[in-house]
């Protein structure tokens, strides 16, 4: 056997499919099954059990999964150990919103594979959450309130929110000053999801209900200034409109907790040394973003 075929196999055990692993991998599906026929055949057991929806593990698999993956950890951390500082290689797959991703984190992005040549990166920029181990990613640039999961995260920033509504549309039904009349206003929204305001250092959790939907906060601003609804969102993203009184912000006594920004990625004993540089780096563009955040407060302040 040899790393190929170990770290292959482990591919497949944690997405649970040929396809994705091979997705991750970089390299199509019949390299990767005869990577893993190889491999049971120098090892004498049947480790996977394929069936239409995937490959699950046998009992001799799950025994073997552990031992694999921890000698192809060790061998990750070893081979960046002994690697010139500074020096990445391989393959990096990031995903990032496609909310600020291209116009804040792209270059952070593009620095990092700018001053390691050997690196190829590959970005993806969607609001939609993906499954990192799923669909092969090393990790994720995530802007929000972050679920309980089993995703390791660092908070690498933050932006404030603001709940906004159009002139026009406060004129016609009115600007909601509290939770309860805050609900029974239309919003627009990314799908189903649950909103919070706070009250005080109190959490409060809103249901809000809207007709207009799109998966893109870029979207969401566009209908926001149509009047449709109320909307919630990411002050640097509004910033002109506010600027311009084209949205004006509504219930500032309860207004959206702050969201983090965050780098995550899968769980596992260690992150690479990819993954931490890309965090560095995340928290150097942050910083200047939260400077600029803070400047523009004092000066509406004054």
């Given at each position: 056997?040899?790393m190929?075929?170990l770290?292959?196999?482990?591919?497949?055990?944690?997405?649970?499919?040929?396809?994705a692993?091979?997705?991750?991998?970089?390299?199509s599906?019949?390299?990767?099954?005869?990577?893993?026929?190889?491999?049971?055949a120098?090892?004498g057991?049947q480790l996977?059990?394929r069936?239409t929806?995937?490959a699950?593990l046998?009992?001799?698999?799950?025994t073997?999964?552990?031992?694999?993956a921890?000698?192809?950890?060790?061998?990750?951390?070893a081979?960046e150990?002994?690697l010139p500082?500074?020096?990445?290689r391989g393959s990096?797959?990031?995903?990032?919103?496609?909310?600020?991703g291209?116009?804040h984190?792209?270059?952070?992005?593009?620095?990092?594979?700018?001053l390691?040549?050997?690196l190829?990166v590959?970005?993806?920029?969607?609001?939609?959450?993906v499954?990192?181990?799923?669909?092969?990613?090393?990790?994720?640039?995530?802007?929000?309130?972050?679920?309980?999961?089993?995703?390791l995260?660092?908070?690498?920033?933050?932006?404030?929110?603001?709940?906004v509504?159009?002139?026009?549309?406060?004129e016609?039904h009115?600007?909601?000053?509290?939770?309860?009349?805050?609900e029974?206003?239309?919003?627009?929204?990314?799908?189903?999801?649950?909103w919070l305001a706070l009250?005080?250092?109190?959490?409060?959790?809103?249901?809000?209900h809207g007709?207009?939907k799109?998966d893109?906060?870029?979207?969401?601003?566009a209908?926001?200034?149509?009047?449709?609804g109320l909307?919630?969102l990411?002050?640097?993203?509004?910033?002109e409109?506010?600027e311009?009184?084209?949205?004006?912000?509504?219930?500032k006594?309860?207004?959206?907790?702050?969201?983090?920004?965050?780098?995550?990625?899968p769980?596992?004993?260690?992150?690479s040394?990819?993954v931490?540089?890309?965090t560095?780096?995340?928290?150097?563009?942050?910083?200047g973003?939260?400077r600029g955040?803070?400047?523009?407060d004092?000066q509406?302040?004054?």
């Amino acid at each position: 056997m040899d790393m190929e075929e170990l770290r292959t196999f482990v591919e497949v055990a944690d997405t649970g499919s040929v396809t994705a692993a091979a997705l991750r991998l970089s390299v199509s599906k019949s390299i990767v099954s005869r990577r893993l026929a190889r491999l049971e055949a120098d090892l004498g057991v049947q480790l996977l059990a394929r069936t239409t929806r995937g490959a699950g593990l046998t009992e001799a698999g799950i025994t073997f999964r552990e031992h694999a993956a921890k000698i192809c950890a060790e061998i990750d951390i070893a081979r960046e150990t002994i690697l010139p500082a500074g020096e990445l290689r391989g393959s990096f797959r990031i995903a990032a919103p496609l909310t600020f991703g291209p116009t804040h984190f792209a270059p952070v992005i593009a620095a990092m594979a700018r001053l390691n040549p050997q690196l190829q990166v590959r970005a993806c920029y969607t609001d939609r959450f993906v499954d990192l181990i799923g669909e092969g990613f090393d990790c994720a640039i995530r802007i929000g309130h972050l679920t309980d999961s089993t995703l390791l995260a660092r908070k690498v920033g933050y932006t404030p929110a603001l709940y906004v509504a159009t002139p026009e549309y406060i004129e016609r039904h009115g600007a909601p000053e509290t939770p309860e009349e805050f609900e029974k206003h239309d919003v627009v929204m990314q799908g189903t999801e649950t909103w919070l305001a706070l009250d005080g250092d109190k959490v409060i959790t809103l249901k809000p209900h809207g007709r207009f939907k799109a998966d893109n906060a870029v979207a969401l601003v566009a209908s926001a200034l149509a009047g449709i609804g109320l909307a919630g969102l990411p002050r640097e993203l509004i910033i002109e409109h506010l600027e311009s009184g084209a949205l004006v912000p509504v219930m500032k006594q309860y207004p959206p907790p702050t969201l983090g920004i965050y780098v995550v990625r899968p769980p596992g004993n260690h992150s690479s040394r990819k993954v931490r540089v890309l965090t560095e780096m995340m928290v150097a563009c942050c910083e200047g973003l939260c400077r600029g955040i803070m400047l523009r407060d004092a000066q509406w302040a004054a």
